[in-house]
């Protein structure tokens, strides 16, 4: 029998190979366009491999979520999706009806600790590459693009690396004054998706190379990154401003 509708959805059939920290980066990258997401759970132990559990603000959107990703590829196993059969503490406790568990022993806090400061400065960090990531699987979604590890691993490298958001257009530097459209040409249209290079008048040492959509620019810029055009000039790649 199917539980009643809940905040909460259990997932299983998930792929075991994958790391805890990325598995739940991707679910929160593929689940958040649902709507806001209070946590997600996924434990590493024998008993809970390959399960996971995503905790939303609203019924509404775990109901969207368990139609809409019902049997979706997930790292190459299709999902298993079902409400779960209990409240999560955190919808427990907006509802009233929590019940405080035993406490663990506290163990003592290490000088070397973060403060709450820079914890909240690193949650807010994450936060927001978890929002930029987002951004780009529903993008890549929308377009038919398969959901795998290779396309997961290069938007984690594109939200960790880059200084400015995953865009389609890359900006080169760093090039030798010899470099003109047909050399960089030669170089990119080996990636799927290539479009176009945009060299600036005036300035040899600069470009920008146009791809169709922004896991293949990223795909491209991972590829590239430090490539030496002469032994003096490694390229430099970065996501060209928005």
Known sequence: MESRPNHTIYINNLNEKIK??????????????????????????????????????????ATNALRSMQGFPFYDKPMRIQYSKTDSDVIAKMKGSFVERPKK????????????????????????????MAAA??????????????????????AAVAEQPPNQILFLTNLPDETNEMMLSMLFNQFPGFKEV??????????????????????????LQGFKITPSNAMKISFAKK
């Not at 209070?38 to 399960?51: E, N, V």
């Not at 699987?137 to 490298?157: E, K």
């Not at 300035?203 to 810029?221: C, G, T």
């Open 198 to 223: 945009r060299l600036v008048p005036g300035r040899h040492d600069i470009a920008f190379v146009e791809f169709e959509n922004e896991i293949q620019s990223s795909a491209a810029k991972e590829a």
């Open 137 to 158: 699987a529903a993008s890549m979604m929308s377009q038919g693009i398969p959901f795998n590890q290779q396309t997961m691993q290069l938007l984690h490298a594109a």
């Open 20 to 61: 805890k920290e990325e598995l739940k980066k991707s679910l929160n990258a593929i689940f958040s366009q649902f709507g806001p997401i209070h946590d997600i759970i996924a434990l590493k132990t024998l008993k809970m491999r390959g399960q996971a559990f995503v905790i939303f603000k609203e019924v509404s959107s």
């Open 105 to 132: 022993p506290r163990r003592e806090t290490g000088s070397g600790e973060l403060s709450k400061k820079a914890k909240r400065k690193a949650a807010k960090e994450n936060l927001a590459k978890q929002q930029q």
